[in-house]
C-alpha cells in the first residue's frame, strides 16, 4: 500500500529510520518538524536501539543505563583527548613547561621494549634529563564536544591514564598532576599522587598510574594534564624516567 505521508508509517518503521540519522541532526532539526517526531526522538527505545547499532552495547547488554541519550553521546564522544600521547609527532601539542638538563627528548621503543609494553601499537616515548623536566596539555572540553550541560548535570566520570618507566642503569623520580579547571581556569579538582621515586638498579617496567574523577564540582570546562621528572644521578644526556601512552576520556568505557 502507498504511503503519502511519512508519518503514515508505524512507529517502529519510523524509529528504525530514525536510528539512520545523524544525533545531532535528530535533536537539532528532526525533533522540531511535528510532535510525532518529537515524541518519538524522545523514546528510551530510539537510543538504546542506536547505540546497538554503532556497538556501543551488545544484544545481552544488562547494565543499568540512567539516560540512553547521554549513555548515547558519551560513547559516541569517548576517545583519548590527548593529542600526540605518544610521540609519534615530537612534540607537537605539548607545552614544554621544565625543559632542563639536555631537554625532552623523543626516543624509539627497542624491539625488547615493545614486547614489553602492554600496547602494542606505541612506537616511541618521550625521555627526560638530569634537571627537571615537565610537559602540560589543556583539553579545552566544548571544542572537544562536551557541551556544558552535560558536564554540569550529568559530571560523566572522567579518567586519566599514564605510562612511565625508568632506566636500569640509572634512578629517577617520576611526577603527574591533573586538575579539572573552570572557565576561569580555577581548579575544581586535582589528582596529585606523590612522585615516584625509581632505584638505580630497578627491573625498568613500564609502570601505568591511574585515576578517575567522580562526583566533582559543576563547572568542569578544561583538563589540565602535566608530567615529567628527572634522573636522580645528573648523568649527562636522558638517564630521566620515560613517558608515553598518556590519555584522559570521558563517559563509559567501550564494551
Not at 550541560?149 to 625508568?166: H, N, Y
Not at 613500564?206 to 645528573?234: A, C, K, L, M
Request: glycine letters at 6%; proline letters at 6%.
Amino acid at each position: 500500500m502507498a504511503v503519502g505521508n511519512i508519518n503514515e508509517l508505524p512507529e517502529n518503521i519510523l524509529l528504525e529510520l530514525f536510528t539512520h540519522v545523524p544525533a545531532r541532526q535528530l535533536l537539532l532539526r528532526c525533533r522540531l518538524v511535528c510532535s510525532l517526531w518529537r515524541d518519538l526522538i524522545n523514546l528510551v527505545t530510539l537510543w538504546k536501539r542506536k547505540c546497538l547499532r554503532e556497538g556501543f552495547i551488545t544484544e545481552d547488554w544488562d547494565q543499568p543505563v540512567a539516560d540512553w541519550k547521554v549513555f548515547y553521546f558519551l560513547r559516541s564522544l569517548r576517545r583519548n583527548l590527548l593529542h600526540n600521547p605518544c610521540a609519534e609527532e615530537g612534540f607537537e601539542f605539548w607545552s614544554l613547561d621544565v625543559n632542563g638538563g639536555d631537554e625532552w627528548k623523543v626516543e624509539d621503543l627497542s624491539k625488547d621494549q615493545r614486547k614489553e609494553f602492554p600496547n602494542d601499537q606505541v612506537k616511541k616515548y618521550f625521555v627526560t634529563s638530569y634537571y627537571t623536566c615537565l610537559k602540560s596539555q589543556v583539553v579545552d572540553l566544548k571544542a572537544e564536544g562536551y557541551w556544558e550541560e552535560l558536564m554540569d548535570t550529568t559530571r560523566p566520570d572522567i579518567e586519566v591514564k599514564d605510562w612511565f618507566a625508568a632506566r636500569p642503569d640509572c634512578g629517577s623520580k617520576y611526577q603527574l598532576c591533573v586538575q579539572l579547571l573552570s572557565s576561569a581556569h580555577a581548579p575544581l579538582g586535582t589528582f596529585q599522587p606523590d612522585p615516584a621515586m625509581i632505584q638505580q638498579k630497578s627491573d625498568a617496567k613500564w609502570r601505568e598510574v591511574s585515576h578517575t574523577f567522580s562526583n566533582y564540582p559543576p563547572g568542569v570546562r578544561y583538563i589540565w594534564f602535566q608530567h615529567g621528572g628527572v634522573d636522580t644521578h645528573y648523568w649527562a644526556g636522558w638517564y630521566g624516567p620515560r613517558v608515553t601512552n598518556s590519555s584522559i576520556t570521558i563517559g563509559p568505557p567501550l564494551p
